[in-house]
C-alpha cells in the first residue's frame, strides 16, 4: 500500500512536471506567433 501510494504521488509529480513542460512550450508557440505576425506586419505586402 505504501509502495502504491509513494508511486502515485510520483504519477502526480510527473504530470504537473509534464503540464509545465506543456505550458512553457505553448507560451514559446505563442510568442514565435507575435513575433512572426509583427515581421509580417512590417514587411511591406505587394
Known amino acids: 500500500m505504501r509502495k502504491y501510494k509513494n508511486g502515485h504521488k510520483m504519477t502526480i509529480q510527473r504530470r504537473q512536471m509534464h503540464k509545465r513542460v506543456l505550458t512553457r512550450?505553448?507560451?514559446?508557440?505563442?510568442?514565435?506567433?507575435y513575433f512572426r505576425t509583427l515581421s509580417d506586419e512590417s514587411e511591406p505586402k505587394s
Not at 512550450?25 to 506567433?33: A, D, V, W, Y
Open 25 to 33: 512550450i505553448k507560451q514559446r508557440h505563442r510568442l514565435f506567433q
